[in-house]
């Protein structure tokens, strides 16, 4: 039996379309398999601590063992630390505690399967920057110590009186102009002698004295007088 050529154009239209789907389903599943292009590392800080992150962005979720090396001069020196992760479109990151110096480089593999088996492009280069360290608490030895004779507190009652102040106080004060006069007995008027009955007095002293002597000459000389006659 012949094919006509309407039944021959069919086929081939329909072989034409079923291997540009088979083109395509091959393209999606190439995009969604894990890819090393779908990986990457970063040194940084989680407050003072230094960690080495790494994030998988993988749609498929292919699970994939990553392992971190410190390295120097092209060579792997230490095993920093090696984990599992699954990837999401979102993104999924682990991290890594390394005390990483500044400057330090990395390198970081991942393994999925037969699917991926390389190191991240480009190693992993730390900061030129330590993280920062937190300040250290002040010891028990720097702590200040209280004084162990207290001060003495400060007196409440009213200050004395300076001594030069007490002394000015009981000095007498000088009389001014308005002041009273001392008393007449106390005054220096009376040593002298001027103004007082003193002068007086001595001359009716002198009298007395001069008459008593008189009175007593007499008296020796008529008494002579008797005895001799």
Not at 94 to 102: N, V
Request: aromatic residues 4%.
């Amino acid at each position: 039996m012949s094919i006509s050529r309407r039944t021959a154009r069919s086929v081939r239209i329909l072989g034409v379309a079923s291997a540009t789907a088979a083109l395509a389903l091959g393209a999606a599943g190439n995009a969604l398999a894990c890819n090393i292009s779908e990986f990457s590392a970063e040194a940084k800080c989680d407050g003072t601590k230094g960690i080495i992150s790494v994030t998988d962005v993988d749609a498929s979720g292919t699970s994939a063992v990553v392992s971190v090396f410190l390295e120097n001069n092209g060579a792997d020196v230490q095993k920093v630390g090696e984990q599992e992760v699954k990837g999401s479109r979102a993104g999924v990151t682990i991290t890594f505690a390394e005390d990483w110096k500044p400057n330090a480089t990395y390198r970081v593999h991942v393994k999925a399967g037969n699917l991926v088996d390389a190191d991240i492009k480009g190693n992993v280069t730390a900061p030129s920057t330590a993280c920062a360290t937190e300040s250290p608490s002040p010891s028990a030895s720097e702590t200040p110590k209280p004084s162990e004779t207290p001060s003495s507190p400060a007196s409440s009652g009213t200050p004395s009186a300076n001594p030069s102040e007490s002394e000015s106080s009981a000095a007498p004060a000088t009389p001014g102009d308005n002041a009273p006069s001392p008393a007449a007995g106390s005054s220096n008027l009376a040593e002298t002698g001027a103004n007082s009955n003193t002068p007086m007095i001595a001359g009716i002293a002198g009298a007395l004295v001069v008459v008593g002597g008189g009175a007593v000459f007499f008296g020796m000389r008529r008494r002579g007088a008797s005895k001799s006659s």
